[in-house]
């Protein structure tokens, strides 16, 4: 069982609080624009310590325990924008936990430092344009040249694609095929042969950057590898482990706020000469959904207590990116329902929020995938 500690609440509160103050106020802008000023809000955040919370104090990281970790991906799953809490967790927990781990000394010093800081801002390019979910699929590659690498490829659905200052590539380093060859690389946006192709306009998301890139013999140094040469895919199945949990920590926050605003409308909105809420039907549904939250934070509490003790979460991961997703979806298309046409426009935030975690269930793994690798895990598939 995990044990909170009046340190652990103080800094939810904490966070509850920058949430509000540098997030809350410009999110409607910031959806109409389709962007948001990623340099600015990430360098609040590096003050205040909130983008290395577990990394080692020499990268400038907190040191601190995986729990603080759970507690800020819930409370920015409660911000006005999902798109941008994901943009925050590409910073966090997407890009940058390879380099923490693999990295040499100078490329920590030279991009983890102000990554942390917030003074950079990182992306992680791993899809292609042909190559999703399937991993072992992608095609963009580096091709050795003396003490360099040259680059020829493209990458699809890039968070922080448009204002990333460098991003952890995979791609291929050698001819072998499948999972084998891949290496992960400190790629700078500024190198030339970088470019971003477009910018994608989604369903939702819509103050989150998404970006297609294209690498035209494009040249970095050998020493950008993170890691051993060869191992990239290997290392980036640990980084989706940080990934697929911080989906599951945001949407437990998404969802829980989600149900406390639908039970306060449904509380206000009269109907037939009382207040929605006093429908039965209602009420049985929202305590459905309230259990099934129940049964999803505690699930992540011990995902959370297994990583502490060091042992491998792959299962748990698994289980919450696939579980987290679902749940968040049957929260906002019942947000929509009980707020009727309140609920489809898009001046309140039911819509917005139906459009926002559709993404969840695609993104960092799809459900198939993840449904896949349980079947796997249980034997009801071959390997």
Not at 16 to 22: A, L, N
Not at 152 to 159: D, H, L, S, V, Y
Not at 251 to 270: C, D, N, S
Not at 276 to 304: C, G, K, T
């Amino acid at each position: 069982m995990l044990q909170f500690t009046e340190e652990h609440q103080m800094f939810r509160q904490t966070v509850r609080d920058v949430v509000q103050k540098e997030i809350d106020p410009y999110a409607e802008d910031w959806e109409r624009t389709g962007d948001f000023p990623a340099h600015d809000l990430f360098r609040r955040f590096g003050e205040l310590g909130l983008l290395g919370l577990e990394y080692d104090e020499r990268w400038g990281g907190g040191g601190a325990d995986h729990v603080y970790t759970m507690i800020m991906g819930e409370e920015v799953g409660r911000c006005a924008s999902l798109g941008v809490a994901m943009a925050l967790s590409v910073q966090t927990d997407m890009a940058t936990p390879s380099l923490h781990l693999y990295g040499s000394d100078e490329l920590r010093e030279k991009y983890l430092v102000p990554a942390v800081r917030g003074e950079m801002v990182t992306s992680i390019a791993v899809s292609e344009p042909d190559a999703g979910s399937d991993v072992a699929g992608l095609r963009t590659r580096a091709v050795r040249d003396g003490d360099e690498w040259v680059i020829n490829g493209a990458k699809m659905w890039i968070t922080n694609g448009t204002q990333a200052d460098w991003i952890c590539l995979l791609c291929r380093t050698s001819d072998e095929g499948g999972y084998r060859g891949m290496s992960q690389i400190v790629v700078p946006t500024d190198t030339p042969g970088f470019e971003v192709s477009r910018k994608l306009d989604k369903l939702g998301m819509r103050a989150s950057d998404t970006a297609e890139l294209v690498f035209t013999d494009m040249r970095v140094p050998v020493s950008n590898t993170i890691g051993e040469v060869g191992r990239g895919f290997q290392q980036q199945m640990t980084q989706f482990q940080n990934e697929r949990m911080i989906a599951a920590y945001q949407m437990v926050g998404a969802t829980e706020l989600a149900l406390e605003r639908t039970v306060q409308y449904l509380k206000e909105r009269q109907a037939f000469g009382a207040p929605l809420l006093a429908n039965q039907s209602l009420q049985y549904e929202l305590a459905d959904l309230a259990a099934d939250l129940d049964m999803m934070r505690h699930h992540n509490w011990a995902a959370v207590a297994k990583y502490e003790r060091g042992e491998d979460i792959t299962r748990e991961a698994t289980v919450a990116k696939l579980k987290a997703a679902r749940l968040a979806r049957r929260m906002a298309d019942t947000a929509v329902q009980f707020h009727g046409g309140m609920g489809y426009v898009e001046e309140n935030w039911p819509a917005r929020f139906f459009r926002d975690t559709r993404l969840w269930s695609i993104g960092g793994g799809a459900d198939e995938v993840m449904l896949r690798t349980l079947a796997r895990m249980n034997g009801i598939i071959g390997d």
